[in-house]
């Protein structure tokens, strides 16, 4: 770049417009494009172009390469102790700067506001945008001939300024803490600027990138999952079921289409360490009288196996399931006998059933009732009270009638379901 006369120093007409910036923040959307090799680059620049746009690409000087970036000790209330990977954060920063020249000018710094390097081509994997910051005068010295809005440096002056609020990507550095790129910029002449659209690095190598770890953790968010599983369910019965205690709570909402089948929720995802409950799941058709519910966890450690269970979310995903299993009922026959002949017996065994109900009866009187033992089964099964069979007897002697409580029989005889 040639030198500008000293009294002569051309503007452009935009940067004439920009109001002069100390420390202040300026969003616009970046659209120069910088070829390594060429010519540095003219202001002005859109407010939120990286330092490869600038043509801060080189960055080998070594005569203003004291930066250094804390969070801001005014904003600790402020500042967040860990963020969520791949999240915008807020962060308030303090940025010290010194130099071993006698006098640079025209220094600003710029943060990368997606995690990647501000000084490699943003049209590869550079940074797309960047917060722009000229370094305020005061506290730094202003010495171009012309005095202008942007803040210089010299040997004898070292020092810092703050940020206020400036948004960063979440993304991890050494340690897992946060990672913030960013480089410093100078010219090595004096020139004009009035502001963060015409910071320049003043050759190739006028520039210190560096990329900051920051004390805020990064956090991985672990994904919770919810399913539901129907052992023997009565079609078309239907469950919603949602944990509480996390951010993003997990839902599982089912309609049994079969008697068994599993669905299942989509993940939710969230930071470890809450603690999440399993609470009843709610029927939207159907009673929870028909089934036992259990829940179980694959990834985490449940206090529990029944609704209403918890666990701490771990660093890792977890998958948990809500099983509805129909409750079991019994069948029992009775053998009543009225004016019988006493000394006759009777078996009678109903068919269907995974585990049939038997009554065995001999007539110790003319008229008496016997109780069989209780069979119990899942319900859904067709049954069928056969004809008893005479053990001692006849069954010409007896019209036999049957009927049944808890249940619709589809007839009064023997043989009916």
């Given at each position: ?10 503007r ?15 969003l616009?959307?970046?659209?120069t ?85 501000p ?18 005068s ?74 900051q ?12 999952t ?57 029927f ?17 450690t449940?206090?529990?196996s ?16 809500y ?12 053998k ?76 009064s ?5």
């Amino acid at each position: 770049m040639n030198a500008i006369p000293l009294g002569n120093v051309r503007r452009s007409p935009f940067a004439a417009l920009v109001a002069p910036l100390r420390g202040a923040l300026v969003l616009a959307a970046a659209t120069t494009a910088f070829a390594v090799g060429a010519a540095q680059p003219e202001p002005p620049f859109a407010a939120d172009a990286c330092g490869y746009v600038r043509g801060a690409t080189g960055c080998t000087a070594n005569d203003t390469n004291e930066f250094s970036v804390t969070l801001d000790p005014a904003f600790a209330g402020s500042n967040p102790s860990s963020c969520n990977v791949g999240d915008n954060v807020i962060v308030y920063l303090k940025v010290n700067i010194g130099t071993t020249a006698t006098e640079r000018y025209n220094l600003g710094v710029l943060f990368s506001k997606d995690g990647k390097i501000p000084t490699v081509d943003p049209t590869t994997t550079g940074a797309q945008s960047c917060s722009a910051f000229t370094v305020p005068s005061p506290p730094f010295p202003e010495l171009d001939t012309v005095p202008n809005a942007c803040g210089d440096q010299s040997s004898q002056a070292p020092g810092s300024f703050t940020t206020g609020a400036i948004t960063v990507k979440c993304v991890a550095g050494p340690g897992g803490f946060l990672n913030v790129p960013y480089v410093g910029l100078w010219n090595n002449k004096t020139a004009a600027c009035s502001g963060v659209t015409d910071l320049v690095a003043g050759t190739s190598s006028k520039c210190t990138s560096n990329s900051q770890t920051l004390p805020i953790t990064v956090v991985t968010p672990r994904n919770l999952t919810l399913k539901k599983e129907w052992v023997n369910a009565i079609v078309g019965d239907a469950v919603t079921a949602t944990t509480t205690g996390l951010t993003n709570n997990a839902t599982i909402v089912s309609t049994a289409g079969a008697a068994n089948e599993t669905d299942t929720g989509s993940a939710a995802a969230n930071a470890p360490g809450a603690l999440v409950t399993l609470p009843a799941e709610v029927f939207n058709t159907g009673l929870q009288a028909n089934y036992t519910t259990t829940v179980a966890c694959t990834g985490a450690t449940l206090s529990g196996s029944t609704p209403g269970s918890t666990f701490t979310m771990p660093d890792n995903d977890v998958t948990c399931t809500y099983t509805n299993s129909r409750n079991a009922r019994t069948v029992t026959l009775k053998k009543t006998w009225v004016n019988a002949i006493v000394g006759d017996a009777v078996t009678a065994t109903t068919t269907g059933l995974t585990n049939n109900a038997t009554v065995a009866s001999t007539a110790g009187a003319a008229n008496e009732t016997d109780t069989g033992s209780a069979a119990s089964n899942v319900p859904g099964a067709l049954v069928t009270l056969p004809a008893e069979v005479f053990n001692t007897g006849l069954q010409a002697n007896y019209t036999t009638t049957v009927a049944c409580t808890g249940a619709t029989l589809s007839g009064s005889t023997p043989g009916s379901t």
